[in-house]
């Protein structure tokens, strides 16, 4: 039986899932928005059935009632019937959120006050969050970035594929929401207080070239890079195809975006499939 491929887009209400469906639309997946859980094994066993050469992408949220919950079990069923399914899971920082309800005017699905219905959402949608492929955070994310993000996720053509994001952020921001492995490197010499590189990113080859002179910088980068490349292959084995690892130092210009850089060329040297992505480097 050939296997089919459904994408699920889920997560809060306000993080950008209509957005996401646009884009997979633009990807060429045939995208159907709320499905009734109820329905989804009916609409699996009609796909097999199917000759479209289409993928899938399901838009669940929280409109679906409390029957949302039972999804993981129901994913169960359809992998079982030969549908394979990939969870990723939209968030957004309560803040953001609000102000996003506040610009559209929308309603809240659950009908309360949108703090209030927050809180209660993302109680109810824990569960998917647990089973997601991969959590993306949008809070700092553009409608292009989120299709670059997107589309890294796409890139995987097989299940023992990783595709691994490189994030870096300055602490005083807060930390990515979607982040599975956190760095501090907030200990390395700070660029920001010599003039001539305050102004610079840690794109430039002038403050890498800065930090790589400090001693504990290189032998923070070689042990580093050592623990990933020791640290990926397990998660690939337990089936993790999607891992982000954030850098974080103050301000998110300098240091944490050197080092993001730095190994996000060391691992794709090693061949793994590499997106990078500098939140606060603009700030």
Known sequence: MKKRLL????????????????VFEDFGFSCVDNLP??????????LLQTHSPHHVALGLDIRGGREIAGLPRVLKRLEAMGIVARVL????????????????RH????????????REERARLLPLKEIADKVIDTSELTLNELKETLAGALQLKRTREM????????????IPMDADIVMDVR???????????????????????HILRQPIARRFLKNYLKFLTDLLPPYIREGKSYLTIAMGCTGGRHRSV???HYLGLKLAEKGYTVREFH???HR
Do not use: C, W
């Not at 950008?16 to 646009?22: D, E, M, N, R, T």
């Open 7 to 22: 994408f699920v887009i889920t997560g809060v209400s306000g993080a950008g899932k209509s957005q996401a469906l646009k």
């Open 279 to 281: 939140r606060d480097i």
């Open 163 to 174: 595709m691994l994001s490189l994030v870096s952020f300055g602490y005083k921001h807060g």
């Open 89 to 104: 899971f939209l968030e957004a920082a309560d803040p953001i959120i609000v102000q996003r309800y506040s610009e559209t």
């Open 258 to 260: 050197f080092v993001a």
């Open 37 to 46: 859980i109820a329905l989804l094994e009916d609409f699996a066993r009609s």
């Open 107 to 118: 309603r809240h699905p659950l009908g309360f006050k949108v703090p209030q219905a927050i």
């Open 187 to 209: 200990f390395l010499p700070n660029p920001n207080y010599i003039p001539r590189l305050k102004r610079l990113t840690g794109l430039d080859a002038r403050v890498g070239r």
